[in-house]
């Protein structure tokens, strides 16, 4: 037998699992590139542009720096991947030396100085992009328009537009024809939203990062507990479970959460670390979205944890395999029961609660509301009006916006919620109208707040928006009859019957010319009438500007009320096309008392 | 499925020689027999030079404490007491025969009486050690006299690479291995055994099933590295913690292995001393990977010889890829506790180079022990010991899965081991300062 004499001899183990650094970082390059072809599929190549200065930016300031420090070269890619996880963080339409400005500062600053690869205590890339927001605040948030259409906008087009920053006005009305909410949500999962390059997309977020799962890169418990968290934050801090997928989706959640938080250096190393750090990131972000000056919260939030991370794994460390304690029982396996525990109860929490404030938007359409802007409906069949309006406080209009949650049955207030109201103090007495009925609200005579005139009218406004709530209801979903009208009338167009409740069609012209121009205005209500009184007043047709009915004049009225009013009395002050709408509703109004259905029905149950 | 917390999945390669049948290893001219083939101290001769001895006589016996008595592998003559290097490095004392090939043996007295104590005599006599690898004398180990002990626990779950000896012992010898697992018992005084091996030996499980029942149950493991590692093992088998610093009899079992309780059955049944054991001698780089009887005192030498290992073999190693030790000179010679020798070429086995640890937290979630061996490495580099110490540098069991997975190559079990004995060493000297204040 020949001599073997060519071996070699080096330590166990022998053998080693395949993994090398820059297969990781390779790994992470292939998973980031769903998210680069979506950034410049709807951005362009100036976006793609964008992500090549701030790797080469990176990369470059890397070799620079080893070079000035005497030290070899890198060949891992990890500067590489900072780069381009920076790029695709930055402003479709941001100027070319940003890219370099961050890139140098999330290499040199962040990581190199604190000893290269491994050894920095911040992500680059977080820390690169809060960098550039401090720096140049108005550039990092001019995102190009929310591209509905499926058109790309051109370069110069910059808005402000995102979901986070402008709410769902940011975004198209239907998507792929989806409408309404799941055409938000679906279009917030696709990306074809404002934002930044490459974190539009969820759905490119989670293919790459389902490769980095599959091929085991990073561990699933950091991004799974970090959306989890998210969810469950969102469902708590916006009382709705509808916010959750729209937060998830939208802005820097899943790219941080997928490629950020997950990086190496600046996450804990124990599992059950992992756990407690990205629960603290989805509280957090969630906490700075909803509360904090600034509508993203991903990279503040993974930055703060950062901070933590150390701590975490210097005093949170594994229980060792039949570690005991001094008095030589089993040690405890705290943490992991506490996050097993944690989990569960985000889940828990998430399953009980979401259908609870789960909301089904309904689609009204038959009135012309002065106020509601869209509404929808929970499980129990509660009603959530957003309503808006303006109340005029002296020379300033003060817009506002209300979210009132109504139960039809009952008919009965169950919350208010101010979501845009007076800065002043001049702000709505909720307790006027929480838990009271609509004919406790309608019959309320004073609303005046201690002298403060500002506030009154404020409520004024809302018991407005309220009452047009109420009428919308019952004018869009209550279930009437049609009755047979044998008589001629000048107003009336149709009647129907439910229960008690007559409800007539009214039409007719209201006369508000002026000398010099003729100018009729076509008026058509629904005018309700429970046990003699009217009970709403509902608007199909009047004034666009301002000529309308003043509800409160009629409702609860029985016919007596009515016919004792005086013109006089039902002035409205100063305008006088509004004092001709309300007269002739007046008449509207007793043409119903006064025809055959209220007699019949009033008579007998017979019609 | 039974299993313990972490580890690693390597490639188990076993395929190279689970096929083949245990046959008889070479006959070399000359057998070096350590003295120290076992953890304590080294047997003492008991032959001269010039002295012809018969295959299984008695050439060095058991020194006083932890040691083993050591027998003969061969018939010829005693050449001498020559210092010979070990895996080691250090050159240590071994007995070195010339073979006269004649065969002639020798026996131990025969057993009139089975008994508990007449079987622990017996392995102490024969000179058994855990052939698994570790080399404990086993009666030391299976005398567990005043310890609550009710579980016997045979380790047959062979879970590094490569190795298949325990696995052909446990087909081939099924019957001979069971009798021995039952004087094993009988020694320990224990009623119930359960024999824990890897799901990926299937035949040698479904055999055993058929064989075993009173008391010794067999239970299929998770095929996992490190499963055959005594707490893992007993936390498979039976979901019993061994604590730190405890035996596994404080937790209420012995181990024995495979191997050695087939050499309890020789022992006990045929009179046959320790003298050979069957090894493994598997990898790319040999002609044909075998399991072979294979005399203690074998120049790996003469076994790479044997099994025609490939001149370009990049590698050899002696024991498992990854617990087991580089072979730098193939002089050195098999003992008891050799089960397994490697020819590894380019393609098996990979140089590395470490570079900057990237934080990964690979070797954390791998540590079948709990440790980090990430942040021991640091402390170590930072000569903080109270650190290591608190990431638990003390209990390292030596696997080697943090470097296994180690994506930056660094050389972790090296770092984690080196960390472990100053964290000891400060240990000691605490507790000897303390007893010297206390009187
Ligand atoms: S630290 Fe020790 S016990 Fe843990 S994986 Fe490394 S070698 Fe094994
Ligand atoms: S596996 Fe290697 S690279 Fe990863 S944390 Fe441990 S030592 Fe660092």
Redesign the interface.
Known sequence: ?????????????????G???R??MLDVLIALLPCLVCGVVFFGLYALMLVVICVAACFASEQVYNLIRKKPFTT?L?ALVTGVILGLNLPPRAPWYIPVVGGVFAIVIVKMLFG????NFANPAAAGRVFLLLAYGSAMTSFIGADIAGNILSADVTTGATYLGGGVGALADGFLGAEGYWGYVLQLFLGKVGGSIGETSALAVLIGGGYLIARRVI?WRIPLVYLLTAAAMALLCYGSANEILLQLFSGGLMFGAFFMATD????????YN?VLYAFGLGVITVLIRRFGSYPEGTSLAILFMNLLVPAM??FL????????TKK?A?KPQVMKWAMRGLCLVLALAIAVAAPLVSYTEVAFYKGDYAYIQSVSRDFSGKYVFDVKGTAELGKFSQPLEYEIQADAKSQKVVGIRPITQSTKGYVAELSFFEGKTYDEIVALKDLSTDAQTSATYTNIALKNMIVECFSALDFELGKYTDLVLQEEYTYISGAERSGAKLRFTVSGQADLSSPSRPYFQQLEYVVTIENGRVKYIQTVTESTKGYTVDRALFLGKTYEDILAMTEEGIRADGTTGATITNVKVRDMLLECFESECFASAAGGEQV | MFTFANGVHPKGCKELSAGSGIGRGPEPKNVYVPLSQHIGAPAVPVVEAGERVLCGQLIAKAAAGLSANVYSPVSGTIKGVVGHITLSGKKKNHILIENDFLEEKTFLPHMEEITGESVLARIAEAGIVGMGGAAFPTAAKLNVQGKNVDFLVVNGAECEPYITCDYRIMLEYAQEFLQGVRYCMLAAGVKRAVIGIEDNKKDAIAKLSSLAGDGVAVKALKTKYPQGSEKQLVYSCLKRVIPENKLPADAGVVVVNVHTALAVYKAVAEDTPCYERVMTVSGKAVATPKNIWVKNGTLYRDVAAFCGADENCARIVSGGPLMGEPVFSLKVCTGKGTSSLLFLDESECESKNAEPCIGCGRCVQACPMGLSPVFIERALFDKNYEEAEAYGAAYCIGCGCCSYVCPAKRFLVQSVKLAKKEVRARADKKRREAEKKNG
């Open positions: 037998m020949a001599e073997i004499n060519q071996y070699k001899v080096a330590c166990s183990p022998h053998k080693l699992d993994a090398t650094t297969r990781v891992d990890s290269g690869l491994g050894k561990d190496y250096a600046t996450s804990p190393k124990w599992k992992r794994d210097r460390v594994p229980v060792r395999f039949g570690q005991t030589g089993p």
